[in-house]
């Protein structure tokens, strides 16, 4: 996957690019990752990127040229790519669409600065728009180091030893299990002996109690939306009778 990224701030994409899993993905060259600097298209000895908005307000608009030259720059680096618009006002993105964009061979996206970009280039220039949630940040650019971190994680080979198809049934319907690593025992708190038994079958059965559970407290909208398998229905049932016996037991007076 080639991603194109316009922005003001290519600086941000440094410490991004050169940690962790997206630079293993670079170098096994899964993924290459190239900004463009939209200003380097703006004219004029000052390279003015932002102008007042029409019909008046507060704040500045980003002016479409420079956006414009930046994008059809992009466009012959990356001749095929979906145009992506990272706004407030996009579709909310998600694990389901991050998925779908890692099946794309190239991706551009367009980072907004200030109140936003001339609705002509969000009109001319954009497949998508797209958001990272319903809360207000200064740009784009973290918008998109999220999408570019999601989407790499569904390239093949991008992942270590965790293999993404996990996420596809899994983790999209429950939260994970609790993980516990060395010592066994920590500050007085020791490990679930399940876990040392080496009973496959145990451990597999207490870590989709342990996932339900959590789902449970943190997360009942999960448990909602999602069709619950028939052994996860056994131990909510289970849960039921437990707490049925307490309930029955207390009221004996
Ligand atoms: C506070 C200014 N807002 C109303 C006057 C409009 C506004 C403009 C530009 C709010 C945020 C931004 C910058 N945000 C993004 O470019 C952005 C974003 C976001 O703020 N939240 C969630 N996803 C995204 S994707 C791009």
Sequence with gaps: MQFVVLTLFPELFDTFQNHGMIRRAVELQKISLQTIQIRDFAEGRHRVTDDRP??????MVMKPE??????RSALKMAPDARRIHLTPQGRPFSNTMARQLAKEKELILLCGRYEGIDERICR??????VSIGDYILTGG???AMVVIDAV???IPGVLGCADSSEDDSFSDCLLEHAHYTRPFEFEGDPVPEVLLSGDHGKIGHWRLQSS??????KRKDLLIDHALTAE??????GWQKEIQSIIDFQQKE
Excluded: C, H, Q, W
């Design 66 to 71: 420079p956006v414009a030259g930046a994008m």
């Design 124 to 129: 001319n220039f954009i497949d998508d728009e």
């Design 152 to 154: 790499s994680r569904f």
């Design 232 to 237: 996860e229905l056994k131990i909510m049932e």
């Design 54 to 59: 029409y019909g008046g307000g507060p704040g």
């Design 141 to 143: 650019e973290l918008a």
């Design 212 to 217: 339900l559970m959590r789902t449970f407290f």
